[in-house]
């Protein structure tokens, strides 16, 4: 339906519209700014990313930002200075536990650049009550008809005293193996390689008369993967109209990052059901491995359930990236572009903290 409407309207506004002559070339000579991204948190390490934006006159000869490899960093926490250290060309990073409540402060300097400030705080995290996961079917969203969905119940309650800004995500973490068979054979040891225990198990029946099994050892491969949520049935997450969907908005979210507020939950204990499709990359365990990996190692296939708490200025960025996504007539270049959000002063970027809270969920668990 969006495409129909972007192509009746297209020839419309075409004969509607008067012909104008532009070139960049005549645009009065801008200045390159500093562009800080900084999103502080209470893990050990804070990234900063510190370039410099490219003028319109300009960009014709240019990639894009520039990165700044001898910029100059005041970091503080509640007045507290802490290093700062250059991981590489326009990358930075800051050492130290931060906490809950404690406010952030950037200052940052580089030559021929006008200055920038930036701050922001760590808010409370907002943790999951209860979670549990059950096997939904569902239609996939674009025509292809039912398929079977995990269905994520993840409860939390809002704080009725502030306006919140939250973000959801689901992890899938998928821990495969080798299995490395040591024996001796004619005097000397060799080594095989198998993908399962059942394939050597076949093996070691097959030629047990002949091969002495010196040793037998699981070698784990732990992957993590953040899923797409089918948002539909989530008014949370799928706040779109028909009416919307038909001129021209979708309902993506940037990076899979789920965003939304407390505007109709505020003080509310409230379910969030979120559905993902977590059969990719699975296969049965058989049960001594599935044993070794979690009594050994500490794997377990699963789900892990992440809530953000987010400052209002992380929400209100985020909000704009997903707005450009999605609205398509933007795109066409038939509405405005709405300006990227930012609280850095004098420049460009954010500076924004959060907060996460993760559950995990071992596969397996699922109810009908």
Not at 25 to 36: E, H, I, N, Q, Y
């Amino acid at each position: 339906m969006m495409k129909k409407t972007i192509c009746f309207l297209l020839p419309v506004l075409l004969l509607m519209g008067c012909k104008d002559d532009f070139s960049a070339d005549s645009l009065p000579a801008g200045r390159a700014k500093l562009v800080v991204y900084c999103m502080p948190s209470t893990t050990d390490t804070t990234f900063i990313s510190v370039t410099r934006s490219v003028p319109l006159h300009a960009y014709g000869s240019r990639d894009g930002a520039i990165s700044v490899a001898d910029a100059a960093i005041t970091y503080t926490v509640n007045g507290r200075r802490l290093p700062v250290a250059r991981a590489e060309n326009g990358l930075y990073y800051v050492t130290g536990a931060q906490h809950i409540g404690d406010r952030v402060s950037i200052h940052v300097e580089a030559e021929g650049l006008e200055p920038v400030d930036a701050g922001t705080e760590i808010p409370q995290p907002a943790g999951w009550e209860k979670t549990e996961v059950r096997t939904v079917r569902l239609s996939d969203g674009f025509g292809s008809g039912m398929r079977d969905y995990s269905q994520l119940l993840a409860t939390f309650t809002d704080n009725a005293a502030t306006r919140d800004y939250y973000a959801v995500r689901v992890k899938q973490r998928l821990c495969d193996y080798e299995l490395h068979a040591w024996y001796t054979v004619f005097g000397s040891q060799e080594k095989m390689v198998f993908m399962s225990y059942s394939a050597w198990k076949a093996y070691d029946t097959g030629l047990r008369a002949g091969i002495h099994c010196d040793s037998i050892r699981v070698i784990p491969r732990v992957t993590s993967r953040y899923l797409p949520i089918l948002t539909t049935g989530e008014k949370l997450l799928n706040p779109i109209s028909d009416i919307d969907d038909d001129f021209g908005f979708s309902n993506d979210f940037y990076g899979d990052f789920y965003i939304f507020n407390d505007a109709t939950i505020n003080g509310l204990t409230y379910t969030l059901h979120l559905n993902v499709d977590a059969s990719w990359g699975v296969r049965n365990w058989e049960k001594e491995v599935a044993e070794e990996l979690k009594g050994r190692y500490g794997h377990e296939n699963g789900l892990e359930v992440e809530l953000y708490h987010l400052t209002p200025d992380y929400y209100r960025f985020l909000l704009v990236l997903n707005d450009l996504k999605n609205n398509s007539f933007a795109q066409a270049g038939l509405s405005q572009v709405r300006p990227t959000y930012s609280n850095v002063v004098n420049g460009l970027g954010i500076c924004a903290g959060f907060s996460r809270s993760g559950i995990f969920i071992p596969m397996g668990n699922e109810t009908e």
